[in-house]
């Protein structure tokens, strides 16, 4: 069976695809895009993060842009080929369908990858979640690549930000402890006993973990005798991928196996058999050799089901670390911080402190959208010549302020509050105990699992004492019956469900 990874960068070196989804490189310009296509692309949109869930579109369709449409073809772009080449596999025909439903004329997609030359830059200071502008204090000048980066660059290391380095990360009581461990990995030397290993930071988007990763890349390499290597795991498959091709896999191995920091960002998009075998030898090789391993994702280790299962452990064995949600007080930092920095490039930026506390309170989602407000405000004050105002903001943000998100129900919370809510232990419900006063809690639970979480049937079935699909789609079905029939059992459900989102 040919490794996945392997066929969609085999994709990605094919010189035309006769697919309804076709590519091509992107025109330099490209014709306006009309406001009824704007409509259509949003709508679209809507219906896709409907059909695929949240997780799924911020990880495939976030960056996917509009360019235009004409005749029976509507034309988008992606900034990466792996992007590019990953929709076209698996939901080419999802995008076009959603389309058609707007525009039945469109029977084909043209999908390209967006040009790094003509790529919208944000001013400095103003690109990362947390990021902020303060005094320098021991580190160096990051602004261009030290010396010490020859190693990163020469393994083909993803590219790193100068911005995001520690001197600019806003430290709050949701970060407080990524950012203590990560500074505590990039101050080390050569030779030093590891203290955690590997270190696992998962965090939603936009709150601030590529800021860490890269941080620790720039000191370690900057500051210590050590050998760090940055990668996200689109790179990583990428080189590893090449490799194969070129007959080169024992020397990239070798290569790996001689950094003396490994920092792997997004190891959700990790994918392939053969890219995850890979990717567990050097994890234990280096972890085994008393190297550092730095990982980011979306979600813990637990909660990736693409993971193997010995590499879950592994990463479990380490110090796991989650960055929380930017509360009001740090979304508040954070903006003074990226006017302080948007103030040495344009001086007369100026947004009055009621502005302010306005965004604090109405961009909650993540810190890219504390990000694109203040963009706004200032393309508005330096496009315009309008002075920010309260009503200025109110209109620029329409867009940004979301209905406030669910909280991210974990499977284990739903286990602990259905078992006091009966009277029952959590080892109860995992256990193969059949009396009445137990599988009844243990079939709510289960319904709980597959209707406030993404998890599939098998994996919620291995998290009730490694039970079996069936069995869980019975307790879904079973439950779903009874809740429109049992008056009593409702209620009891929804109480559960407001309990799961305030607890």
Known sequence: MIDPSLAYHRDIAASAVSLPMQARARPLTNPPIS??????????????????????????????????????????????????????????????????????????????????????????????????????????????????????????????????????????????????????????????????????????????????????????????????????AERFIYIFVSALRSHNALALKDSLRGIDVLVI????????????????????????????VVIAADHPPTEIETLDERVRSRLAGGLVVEMGSLGEELRHEILNAR????RQHHPDFDVPPTVLSYIAKSATHN????????????????????????????????DLIRPGDQKRVKIEDIQRIVARHYNVSRGDLLSARRTANVVRPRQVAMYLAKTMTLRSLPEIGRRFGGRDHTTVLHAVRKIEHLVGSDQTLAEEVESLKRQLQQD
């Open 265 to 292: 960002d997004d190891l959700q998009f990790l994918q392939g058999k053969q890219t995850h075998a890979e990717f567990s030898h050097t994890l234990n090789s280096l972890i085994d050799a008393g190297r550092q």
């Open 35 to 232: 406001s009824l296509d704007q409509e259509r692309w949003k709508r679209v949109k809507e219906r896709l993060r409907a059909e695929v869930g949240e997780d799924i579109f911020s990880s495939w369709f976030a960056r996917m842009e509009l360019e235009g449409a004409g005749g029976d073809t509507v034309r988008f772009s992606v900034p990466t080929k792996f992007l590019k080449s990953w929709i076209q596999s698996h939901y080419a025909e999802r995008v076009l369908a959603c389309w058609q439903a707007e525009d039945t004329i469109i029977c084909k997609i043209d999908l390209s990858v967006r040009s790094a030359v003509i790529r919208q830059v944000a001013p400095a200071g103003l690109s990362e979640p947390a990021c902020a502008q303060r005094p320098a204090s021991e580190l160096p000048d990051l602004r261009s690549p030290a010396p010490a980066l020859a190693a990163h660059d020469a393994l083909g290391g993803s590219p790193l930000d100068p911005r995001l380095n520690f001197d600019t990360f806003v430290i709050g009581r949701s970060n407080t402890l990524a950012h203590a461990a990560a500074r505590q990995v990039a101050t080390g030397h050569r030779g030093d006993p590891v203290m955690f290993n590997p270190l696992y930071i998962h965090a939603g988007v936009g709150l601030g973990k590529t800021h860490l990763l890269q941080a620790i890349t720039w000191t370690g390499n900057a500051l210590s005798d050590r050998k760090v290597l940055y990668l996200t």
């Open 339 to 342: 006017v302080s920095a948007a």
């Open 367 to 398: 810190g890219r959208d504390l990000e694109g407000a203040l963009n706004r405000l200032l393309a508005c004050s330096k496009l315009t010549g309008q002075p920010i105002t309260m009503e200025l903001a109110e209109r620029e943000m329409r």
